[in-house]
T-cell receptor, first 108, second 114 residues
Framework: SQQGEEDPQALSIQEGENATMNCSYK?????LQWYRQNSGRGLVHLIL?????REKHSGRLRVTLDTSKKSSSLLITASRAADTASYFC????????FGTGTSLTVIP | DGGITQSPKYLFRKEGQNVTLSCEQN?????MYWYRQDPGQGLRLIYY???????QKGDIAEGYSVSREKKESFPLTVTSAQKNPTAFYLC?????????????FGEGSRLTVL
């Protein structure tokens, strides 16, 4: 399988804390993207980081990419209850390949 | 509003029946995709199309068929040959026909086999 792997599979934190999710992948990539999925809904794009970038910020999101280790991390700072969702990394090489997701629960 | 519309949202099928899931986009995107999502798993690619009248198999195409007669439409047929079709199906599109930008997703169709 060319799917990536997210770690942890599930994460539960208190509101206001930071949440970190990791993604490992197997193939060479053009870019890596993170998506969010609320239960029973479609995926929504959060952020894209290109293969020649090491870090990117967007609001409360911070993404890092280490192509030598084939890994990425997503940090959500000052989490809110509304951040409760599943988060997926997707690698874009010849095709898009999605990881298995991290289920984040933010407790008010 | 621009976006991707999937229908129906919920669909029930008896064993042996073919069903077709609709996906329409008004984003003027060249590429369209169908993914299958099972509980606890990531998205797996069924079929994709980068241009009208052309499509390619993804990782799990067996038991599925697609057509791309119009740029805005990419219907997926789940045939009776698909032995375990109960799943959440997601349609997506992207600008251009190269894997460089983001994917835009519909709200999904949940298929249940009775």
């Amino acid at each position: 399988s060319q799917q990536g792997e997210e770690d942890p599979q599930a994460l539960s934190i208190q509101e206001g804390e930071n949440a970190t999710m990791n993604c490992s992948y197997k193939t060479s990539i053009n870019n890596l993207q993170w998506y969010r999925q609320n239960s029973g809904r479609g995926l929504v794009h959060l952020i894209l980081i290109r293969s020649n970038e090491r870090e990117k910020h967007s609001g409360r999101l911070r993404v890092t990419l280490d192509t030598s280790k084939k890994s990425s991390s997503l940090l959500i700072t000052a989490s809110r209850a509304a951040d409760t969702a599943s988060y997926f990394c997707a690698t874009a090489g010849n095709q898009f390949y999605f990881g298995t997701g991290t289920s984040l629960t933010v407790i008010p | 509003d621009g976006g991707i519309t999937q229908s129906p949202k919920y669909l029930f099928r008896k064993e042996g029946q073919n069903v077709t899931l609709s996906c329409e986009q008004n984003l003027n995107h060249d590429a369209m995709y169908w993914y299958r999502q099972d509980p606890g798993q990531g998205l797996r690619l069924i079929y994709y199309s980068q241009i009208v009248n052309d499509f390619q198999k993804g990782d799990i195409a067996e038991g599925y068929s697609v057509s791309r007669e119009k740029k805005e439409s990419f219907p997926l047929t789940v045939t009776s040959a698909q032995k375990n079709p109960t799943a959440f199906y997601l349609c997506a599109s992207s600008i251009g026909n190269r894997v460089t930008g983001e994917l835009f997703f519909g709200e999904g169709s949940r298929l249940t086999v009775l």
